[in-house]
């Protein structure tokens, strides 16, 4: 399988952009793979000058395979930007490699992406490859340098074309799967946040494309892929950043191990001492205690 192409989504980010580029180059794979990046307008008069910054850079980035960039005329927002260039990437390839300008990839990351979708092209229950874990204490006994969840992450991941045409965007079912208790308690048997967050999507309070991709992995039943130390690190939290602020719930351990061969998993289902680390990590008794530190950090930096 070629190496898949890179879609990277930016808005008005320039210093995290140059460290998610500088970090990408680093992979020995980077200069064979294709990049597509997609520049959104600017929402208001007041971020037209950031992001006429950020396309300027975006016009030097070299060192791949080759570079193509997309700039929007309106403000499409993450969701539909994230939706409409993935499905244009598909459209050419069979497999994409998507990364957002606040991720910091390790040097590794480019050969884990490509490998995973090599190995698990075949399997009918993965959705999706994450390059990224939060921190998890893996089990002496556990032999792989990947784990099956069955939650995607949106934190540098990949997938496949055949894997991405279906997704129901619109949620037409839900309707009719709201009105079910037992419905609503699966879907948030893997993360206390998920059914209302996928509710306020629904409602229009938010505008999330991740939400919707995952309401699409609960009801076919399919698992992600993720490393067992992470290859990407999430830098986004700050002041500038459009969705993400203060403290950083996702910080973790990024791979320097430099390794471009991996142990990967044959047969696909959660270990399930893995799997109770995951559930704590979005248990609402770990998403309260993150929410009281953002709090906290908002407070102290005014």
Same mark, same amino acid.
């Given at each position: 399988?070629?190496?898949?192409?890179?879609?990277?989504?930016?808005? +008005?980010?320039?210093?995290?952009? +140059?460290?998610?580029?500088?970090?990408?180059?680093?992979?020995?794979?980077?200069?064979?793979?294709?990049?597509?990046?997609?520049?959104?307008?600017?929402?208001?008069?007041?971020?037209? @000058?950031?992001?006429?910054?950020?396309?300027?850079?975006?016009?030097?980035?070299?060192?791949?395979?080759?570079?193509?960039?997309?700039?929007?005329?309106?403000?499409?927002?993450? @969701?539909?930007?994230?939706?409409?260039?993935?499905?244009?990437?598909?459209?050419?390839?069979?497999?994409?490699?998507?990364?957002?300008?606040?991720?910091?990839?390790?040097?590794?990351?480019?050969?884990?992406?490509?490998?995973?979708?090599?190995?698990?092209?075949?399997?009918?229950?993965?959705?999706?490859?994450?390059?990224?874990?939060?921190?998890?204490?893996?089990?002496?006994?556990?032999?792989?340098?990947?784990?099956?969840?069955?939650?995607?992450?949106?934190?540098?991941?990949?997938?496949?074309?055949?894997?991405?045409?279906?997704?129901?965007?619109?949620?037409?079912?839900?309707?009719?799967?709201?009105?079910?208790?037992?419905?609503?308690?699966?879907?948030?048997?893997?993360?206390?946040?998920?059914?209302?967050?996928?509710?306020?999507?629904?409602?229009?309070?938010?505008?999330?494309?991740?939400?919707?991709?995952?309401?699409?992995?609960?009801?076919?039943?399919?698992?992600?892929?993720?490393?067992?130390?992470?290859?990407?690190?999430?830098?986004?939290?700050?002041?500038? @950043?459009?969705?993400?602020?203060?403290?950083?719930?996702?910080?973790?351990?990024?791979?320097?191990?430099?390794?471009?061969?991996?142990?990967?998993?044959?047969?696909?289902?959660?270990?399930? +001492?893995?799997?109770?680390?995951?559930?704590?990590?979005?248990?609402?008794?770990?998403?309260?205690?993150?929410?009281?530190?953002?709090?906290?950090?908002?407070?102290?930096?005014?």
């Amino acid at each position: 399988m070629p190496n898949a192409p890179i879609a990277l989504f930016t808005y +008005k980010r320039l210093d995290t952009l +140059k460290q998610t580029v500088s970090a990408l180059k680093q992979n020995e794979l980077a200069r064979d793979s294709d990049l597509f990046v997609f520049s959104d307008a600017a929402k208001t008069q007041a971020d037209e @000058a950031t992001v006429k910054n950020v396309r300027d850079f975006l016009k030097t980035i070299a060192g791949f395979k080759s570079v193509h960039l997309a700039e929007a005329d309106t403000n499409r927002g993450l @969701a539909n930007s994230i939706i409409n260039g993935v499905t244009e990437v598909l459209s050419s390839y069979d497999t994409v490699i998507v990364l957002e300008d606040d991720l910091v990839a390790s040097s590794n990351f480019l050969s884990f992406m490509n490998q995973c979708l090599s190995f698990y092209n075949s399997y009918p229950e993965v959705l999706s490859i994450s390059g990224y874990t939060m921190p998890i204490q893996v089990p002496e006994d556990y032999s792989f340098d990947v784990y099956a969840f069955p939650r995607v992450s949106s934190h540098g991941w990949a997938t496949w074309k055949n894997k991405w045409v279906n997704i129901d965007w619109e949620v037409k079912d839900f309707a009719e799967f709201k009105q079910s208790s037992a419905n609503r308690r699966r879907f948030r048997s893997n993360g206390s946040d998920l059914y209302r967050m996928l509710n306020k999507q629904m409602r229009g309070k938010i505008d999330s494309w991740a939400i919707r991709w995952q309401y699409h992995s609960h009801r076919q039943q399919l698992y992600t892929i993720y490393p067992t130390v992470s290859k990407i690190e999430n830098i986004g939290f700050g002041s500038e @950043a459009t969705h993400t602020t203060g403290f950083n719930r996702f910080k973790t351990k990024l791979d320097k191990s430099d390794s471009g061969a991996f142990r990967l998993l044959p047969k696909v289902k959660p270990n399930e +001492k893995i799997h109770r680390q995951f559930m704590d990590f979005y248990s609402v008794k770990s998403r309260g205690i993150a929410k009281i530190k953002q709090l906290l950090t908002k407070v102290t930096s005014s």
